[in-house]
């Protein structure tokens, strides 16, 4: 027998015959009685990688082997009838983020029929024959961000029906046959909190909660076209309201909405009077505790329903209650009993105003809620504070410029005192001239900077012709010093400097 290491790398020898490293083992797995599961992919399926496809295989139930580690799994265009844990999903699906059951014959979702994905992000259900949406349907699925029923036959959602989607965030509900709006979504205990974004378009919808709406349209999109909605007054100041703030799902679609362009029954919103100026933003104090009357901008109506957005809430002409700190008056104008801090912000006024608004224009007003001498003797506190900040900072920004004037001045100068030994003005052009304090000083390279004088004359008028000799700027052998000007213990004041060899 020859050695193990004489043997071609990755062969070895068992029993005394060669045999491959991966059967050795798959040998050793079966002789001690473990079978890997191996993932495979169905016949009727497409898998690449984590995504499955048997879309369009007339499939009416799974098959038991599909590969748990999907994160995509298309189970479209098959003809699927119901969905419930025990018979329709095999194993877990712990990886899988999007699942599409679209355009199959499911009529019923049995109770916890997902939680074998707890991980599920997208749902597609749409195209479907479900009529009823049952509570706890979609239990187990926290996770949850985007679901799609449209193209069904929803005509009832149960209470209940979308608990624990704390994470829904897009819901599409168009193309059923839904009569009422789904309120529930938003106020049920366990709805959807992050719910952004609804689409409840081409339904049955005849009315919709206009004074919910208001206030859930603050931040969410709400799709209402083509809906066979009943125009009157409250539906016809929803619209212009969101007309006037450029809402985005009726500026896209405002063909499928009643009463556009003015149309509508104009007649029965009461009797008002609308300025021809435009609307400018108002801004109304009220101190704390005080009562406070805000009109509503360019409307003086009488029996029409108002309704008024406010920091908190929103209330409604047709509805007040007097118990409350907030009243709508017939005429449309809002009273605040009882200001309190909270009450400061942004007051929207909704009416029926039968008109195209400007860009300009203004529907809300600012509420101040606050004492008047307190806000005055604040503003004249922060004024003289700001007041004073500015003197300090002007005064050390003027010593700073200073300093560096200064520094500019000592060592920028336009000539410096140098040795010049042929005679003249180097580098200065004739205008200016630095002198030493005493010539001896410059012969022996010896130079005091305490001694150092600057003299600047004015140059003289150059002639007209460039090409022409240039006037002499001074008679160097006549330049007598002065004691304001060459002022030195060295030399006595007066004397004549007559060496041109001095000067540097």
């Keep these: 027998m020859r050695p193990i290491s004489s043997q071609p ?9 060669q045999r491959n490293p991966a059967a050795a083992a798959f040998l050793l797995v079966q002789c001690l009685g473990i079978c890997p599961s191996l993932a495979t992919c169905p016949p009727c ?6 995504i499955i496809s048997c879309s369009g295989r007339n499939l009416s139930i799974l098959p038991s082997d599909l590969p748990g580690y999907a994160t995509r799994l298309d189970l479209s265009h098959n003809a699927l009838t119901v969905l419930q844990t025990t018979d329709w999903i095999s194993r877990p699906f712990d990886r899988l983020a999007t699942l599409v059951v679209s355009r199959n014959s499911i009529s ?38 985007e679901l799609l029923l449209f193209g069904n036959k929803i005509v009832q959602i149960n209470p209940g029906a979308f ?26 205990p366990g709805g959807p909190r992050n719910l952004t974004f609804l689409d409840l378009s081409y339904n049955r919808l005849c009315e919709v909660p206009v004074q919910r709406l208001l206030a859930l349209t603050r931040d969410r999109r709400i799709y209402l076209q083509e809906n066979p909605l009943v125009c009157n ?41 609308v300025l021809e100026m435009p609307f400018e933003a108002q801004t109304y104090q009220v ?48 009273e605040i009993w009882g200001a309190q801090m909270e009450d400061s912000g942004t007051y929207g ?15 809300e007003v600012n509420v101040v809620v606050g004492n008047r001498s307190t806000v005055s003797t604040r503003g004249l506190a922060v004024g003289r504070s700001s007041e004073h900040f500015n003197t300090a900072f002007t005064t050390l920004a003027s010593c700073v410029v200073s300093i560096i004037l200064v520094l500019l001045y000592l060592y920028l100068t336009p000539c410096r005192c140098r040795e010049n030994r042929g005679g003249g003005s180097r580098g200065c052009g004739g205008r200016a001239f630095i002198l030493c304090s005493d010539p001896r000083q410059v012969e022996l390279g010896q130079r005091r900077s305490s001694g150092k004088r600057v003299a600047f ?25 002065t004691e304001g000007i060459l002022k030195n213990g060295s030399r006595p004041v007066g004397q004549t400097i007559t060496d041109t060899t001095h000067i540097a």
């Design 349 to 363: 006024c909704v009416a029926a105003r039968r008109r195209h608004y400007n860009p300009n224009e203004s529907l």
């Design 233 to 273: 007054c409250a539906l016809l100041a929803l619209l212009e309201y969101w007309m006037w703030k450029q809402y985005r799902p009726l500026m896209d679609f405002r063909g499928g909405y009643p009463c556009r362009d003015g149309s509508g029954p104009v007649s029965e919103c009461g009797r008002e009077v």
């Design 108 to 145: 019923c979702i049995k109770v916890d029929a997902f939680t074998a994905m707890p991980h599920l992000l997208h749902l597609d259900l749409s195209f479907n024959q479900l009529t009823a949406l049952n509570k706890s349907i979609f239990a187990g699925m926290e996770e949850l961000k």
């Design 287 to 334: 101190e704390l505790g005080k009562w406070l009357r805000v009109p509503c901008p360019g409307l003086d109506a009488q029996g029409q329903e108002v309704f008024w957005l406010t920091p908190k809430t929103v209330v409604n002409s047709s509805s007040n209650d007097l118990n409350t700190q907030l009243v709508v008056l017939p005429n449309g104008t809002l």
């Design 45 to 50: 399926c497409l898998c690449a990688s984590d």
């Design 457 to 481: 004359l004015e140059p003289q008028a150059e002639d007209s012709d460039i090409g022409g000799p240039k006037t002499q700027v001074m008679n160097l052998g006549h330049v007598i010093t």
């Design 163 to 188: 608990g624990n989607l704390y994470s829904l965030q897009r819901l599409y509900l168009s193309g059923n046959r839904l009569t009422v709006f789904p309120l529930g979504l938003y106020w049920e």
């Design 9 to 17: 790398f990755g062969k070895t020898f068992v029993g005394g015959s």
